[in-house]
């Protein structure tokens, strides 16, 4: 029986001693992607903050695992998507999302709490990765990376990957007042907790952001980076200390 790429991928960092996160979704067999942990090789710390000092010598080890230098994006919360296919690392375009139609080509995203979001449509012929943090929810990133695939929404996949859980992600007026303020209904995404202050659920904010875009193929979305502290670098509970992680995409070269 044929091993599905995704669980190759999965088990070939396994036994390299890596606990990163390869998603398990139905995309194309020439889709892969991958999502790293806090946890390198060996056990060591693997942080890609720009302002960590090991951050040059992480992205090389994740280099390792990938057909080419991830395109680095300098994230601001936005809307913005690049075209990847018309950069080249060490290019470093400000945006908060990347797609890609050509082989070997990495879209990756930081992250610490925010959502990092997987694309590609069924075929396989085009993928993209989105950084959503509530700013870029409530602005609208999820639809521009939706748009920037340039195919119908309904041949979307999208995979959510390690954000911040509902159950600790504690916001407050602005917050809510942004995410419902186009939406409504956006209000069900929200727990209140007392005056002014309320959970808010990232994941069913995204769901229902990109299944009002269409999209109904959505896959992830089960982790929190804040609670499985052996696991995740989490912005909320390290404060300015706090690492990154990357999730990655790209189209396999033939």
């Known amino acids: 029986m044929t091993v599905p790429p995704h669980v190759a991928l999965a088990e070939h960092l396994a036994a390299a001693g890596l606990d990163w996160i390869v998603p398990d979704w139905p995309a194309a067999p020439n889709v892969r992607a991958l999502s790293t942990t806090r946890n390198g090789p060996d056990g060591g710390e693997f942080d890609l903050s720009p302002r960590h000092p090991t951050a040059e010598t992480a992205w090389m080890e994740l280099g390792r695992w990938l057909p080419a230098t991830p395109l680095r994006l300098a994230q601001v919360h936005g809307t913005t998507v690049c075209d990847a296919d018309a950069l080249r690392a060490p290019s470093s375009p400000q945006a908060d999302g990347a797609a890609a139609r050509g082989a070997g080509i990495v879209c990756a995203v930081r992250s610490a709490d925010c959502l990092p979001v997987l694309f590609s449509d069924r075929d396989g012929s085009v993928v993209a990765a989105a950084h959503a943090g509530w700013r870029g929810l409530a602005a609208g990133v999820l639809e521009a990376a939706v748009a920037a695939l340039r195919v119908a929404p309904a041949d979307v996949l999208v995979w959510l990957g390690p954000a911040i859980g509902p159950h600790v992600y504690e916001v407050g007026a602005d917050v809510f007042a942004a995410c419902c303020a186009a939406d409504p209904g956006a209000e069900a995404c929200f727990v209140e907790q007392r005056h002014g202050k ?15 875009a269409g999209v109904s193929a959505i896959y992830g979305g089960d982790r929190c980076t804040f609670t499985e502290s052996s696991r995740f670098h989490s912005h909320r509970r390290d404060g300015a200390a706090a690492g990154r992680m990357a999730t990655a995409i790209w189209i396999a070269p033939t």
Do not use: E, S
């Not at 309320?198 to 009002?212: C, G, S």
């Open 198 to 212: 309320w959970l808010a659920d990232l994941y069913a904010l995204a769901k229902r952001r990109l299944a009002r």
